[in-house]
Nanobody
Framework: QAQVAESGGGLVQAGGSLRLSCAAS????????MGWYRQVPGKQREVVAD???????NYADSVKGRFTISRDAGKNTVYLQMNSLKPEDTAVYYC?????????????WGQGTQVTVSS
């Protein structure tokens, strides 16, 4: 019953900004972390940023200093503020929610939102 939904993607010029949102809903027991991944054709999905329930932040080296991940725990929502966007940031961005049920981890993925950065 758990669902993950992303929004906020779009087309932007290099140097511009976008803000992605992701909300988890349904049967959520205990969220361990929420994060953003991205994927381009021909490449594996890669982690962009992640935040744990304890507030620990992780960023890919390629986005450090440009992207900021934040969360609203009460709403089971995570955001990704993307500034100084580059054409190489173009990808489908996916939200992942990691939760724990009875000590067992479960991952839930959103459908993805397209981010396109023009030069």
């Amino acid at each position: 019953q758990a669902q993950v939904a992303e929004s906020g993607g779009g087309l932007v010029q290099a140097g511009g900004s976008l803000r992605l949102s992701c909300a988890a809903s349904g049967s959520i027991f205990s969220i361990v972390s929420m994060g953003w991944y991205r994927q381009v054709p021909g490449k594996q999905r890669e982690v962009v940023a992640d935040i744990t329930s304890g507030g620990t932040l992780n960023y890919a080296d390629s986005v450090k200093g440009r992207f900021t991940i934040s969360r609203d725990a009460g709403k089971n929502t995570v955001y990704l503020q993307m500034n100084s966007l580059k054409p190489e940031d173009t990808a489908v961005y996916y939200c992942k929610v990691a939760e724990e049920r009875w000590g067992i981890p479960y991952d839930y993925w959103g459908q993805g939102t397209q981010v396109t950065v023009s030069s």
